[in-house]
């Protein structure tokens, strides 16, 4: 639970998430300075793999109401996602099932999650074990994290959708063309 990190644990995932995202591009790694370790909201919960190296890898867990289409529905919502580099390829991801009984106990009908295109590769990997069905061409808009003058408050993006069953079924889940997060 986010409650139980102490301030360390705080501090090495902030290490962890500047070290990891800021490989992509230098501005993923700016939310991560000074010890945060969150990007937007707060995680409710955490899974945090170690080894002998320190943190090797990372999710969150957010219990939010999304709307899809016209439907408000209760998710939770999957982020912060990483893979120490030196891991990548190793299959650590499949390591991350022991996620699925957590996301039970939250009592939703589905988790979401989104990527950018860029990791489809990983993500068809990641569904093909039947864990999650990644959904392409549904843009998913959502508030900027920050206060921009020049930008508008929101963000439309074309990302990669992840979603997974818990208490329902795939066929149960809600279809539209604008996810709202």
Not at 29 to 43: D, L, Q
Not at 66 to 72: P, Q, S
Not at 103 to 112: C, D, N, R, S
Request: charged residues 20%; hydrophobic residues 40%.
């Amino acid at each position: 639970w986010e409650n139980e990190l102490q301030l360390a644990e705080h501090v090495a995932l902030s290490d962890f998430f500047r070290k990891t995202y800021g490989r992509t591009n230098a501005s993923n790694a700016k939310p991560f300075e000074g010890g945060r370790s969150w990007a937007g909201a707060r995680p409710e919960v955490r899974a945090i793999g170690y080894d002998a190296h320190g943190i090797a890898a990372h999710i969150g867990i957010l219990r939010r109401f999304i709307k899809v289409g016209e439907v408000d529905l209760l998710v939770a919502e999957l982020g912060l996602y990483g893979v120490r580099p030196d891991l990548e390829g190793l299959g650590i991801s499949f390591s991350m099932r022991f996620v699925y009984p957590v996301v039970q106990q939250l009592g939703v009908p589905f988790a979401f999650g989104t990527v950018r295109h860029a990791l489809r590769n990983h993500v068809e990997r990641f569904c093909r074990g039947g864990l999650a069905t990644m959904l392409s061409g549904i843009p998913v808009r959502s508030t900027h994290p920050e206060v921009y003058p020049d930008l508008p408050p929101t963000r439309l993006e074309d990302v990669l959708v992840l979603v997974t069953p818990i208490g329902r079924t795939m066929s149960e889940r809600p279809s539209g063309t604008l996810i709202d997060r």
